[in-house]
């Protein structure tokens, strides 16, 4: 009953926003690709009128191969065409060049955020084997053996061989991984796949590399791995193989609209602004105080500030706190809220009230064990609490 009400919302040449939102708040079913089709519309990727649906896809499909041609081919071209291009490249520009606009110092940045990127996307989601699998739609336009253009994993494996990795956190901020997810020992436990293949990982990583070029202002920050990887596993897995083809491409603009939301939660200089992570944080405990002044006072009286647990849940909109399936059933009721992550507040909220009774029993050091490694694993009782929350405003 429930895919049918889905599909006569759909079904219809204007989808009905409100009505969409309704059913997606109390999760969609997976079945013939209503998820990957419903995520893409709330996301605001796919307009409400189905007619312009072709056009606006084919267009927004084939500017990311514009993206990637420009962005991922042309600094291999050089290795292509090394005979025609070796004299220009070194006449007018060469790798000590101190002009800040010089091919190579813009190659050599690129390669710092390239093996942050790296480093994070080749840990996501380690307890299932989906991101270390090749993709049944390689991208043709890079793994053209003709062309022997430079792979970003490539790329990657030169740059470590030169320099050691740059690591680069976020300072005075909480752990981002999560005991839940613990990553393999050594990059060399991964199998290596044989030329042609990609692996789903290395396709996250270019949507990644993609963005961080793109948007220079906010670039990559650790964590924006945690948001993209659950976008495209619902878009990689779709029963739709003409949608799950271009899985890629509708990923990353589903991840542009995405972090447009929510990007002020990654940029430092911005934390204690009005949209900032820590107004946010702060948000969480005054509804809790609304909600349950008790437990409220009680973490107060024990220090338990909202960045050692909230700023996690906040930022990675609970993507490391659950597991897949779960966190993709949490997004559905997220990005159906159409007061957009008001919701999500009340779901921080509502982890905090289900173990009220465990917290008000603890110490600090208790206390926050259960908060950085959260004991439910019932996202259904969350979401009904959180929903609860909500309607006793």
């Keep these: 009953r429930r895919i049918a009400d ?23 079913p997976f079945d013939g690709g209503l ?19 072709s056009s606006l ?31 220009d490249v070194t006449l007018e520009d060469h790798p000590l060049n101190p002009n800040p606009d010089s091919r190579w110092n813009t190659y050599f940045k690129d390669n710092e955020v390239l093996l942050q990127i790296d480093k994070d996307v080749r840990r996501l989601y380690p307890d299932m084997a989906f991101f270390q699998r090749p993709t ?62 990609e692996a789903h990982w290395e396709v996250v990583e270019r949507i990644l ?7 220079p202002g906010i670039a990559y920050v650790q964590g924006m791995n945690e948001i993209v990887g659950p976008l495209y596993y619902t878009f ?15 990923t990353f603009f589903c991840f542009t609209n ?23 944080m702060e948000k969480v405990y005054s509804t809790l105080k ?37 966190v993709i059933r949490i997004w559905d009721s997220l990005f159906a809220d159409d007061k957009r992550f008001d919701f999500l507040l009340l779901v921080c909220c509502a982890m905090l009230t289900l173990i009220r009774d465990q917290l008000l029993e603890g110490d600090f050091t208790l206390n926050m064990r259960l908060l950085q490694d959260y004991p439910i694993s019932d996202v259904h009782l969350i979401l009904k609490k959180a929903k609860e929350l909500q309607d006793s405003k």
Aim: charged content about 25%.
């Design 6 to 28: 889905f599909q006569e919302v759909l079904g219809e040449p204007t989808v009905a926003l409100a009505k969409l939102r309704e059913l997606c708040f109390s999760g969609i």
């Design 290 to 326: 609304e909600k349950d002044v008790e437990l409220y006072l009680k973490l107060q009286e024990q220090n338990i500030k909202p960045q050692f647990f909230a700023f996690r849940w906040l930022t990675l909109l609970l993507s490391q706190e659950f597991l897949l399936p779960d």
């Design 57 to 87: 896809l084919k267009k927004q499909r084939d500017l990311y191969s514009q993206f990637l041609k420009e962005m991922i081919i042309q600094p291999g071209i050089a290795k292509a065409n090394l005979g025609a291009s070796r004299e």
């Design 258 to 280: 995405l972090m447009a939301e929510i990007r002020d939660n990654f940029i430092k200089s911005l934390d204690d602004s009005q949209c900032g992570i820590t107004y946010k």
């Design 236 to 250: 990689a897995t779709d029963p739709n193989s003409e949608w799950k083809e271009h899985a890629e491409a509708d």
């Design 209 to 215: 590399f993609i963005y961080a070029k793109l948007n």
């Design 136 to 197: 049944e739609y390689p991208c043709l336009l890079i793994l053209d053996p003709q062309n022997e253009f430079e792979t970003l994993r490539k790329r990657v494996e030169q740059t470590t061989l030169k320099s050691q990795t740059v690591a680069r956190n976020r300072s005075g901020v909480t752990n981002v991984s999560s005991p839940l997810k613990t990553p393999p020992n050594s990059l060399s436990e991964y199998e290596v796949l044989p030329n042609g293949c």
């Design 35 to 53: 998820r990957c089709l419903c995520w893409k519309i709330l996301l605001n990727y796919l307009p409400l009128e189905k007619a312009l649906w």
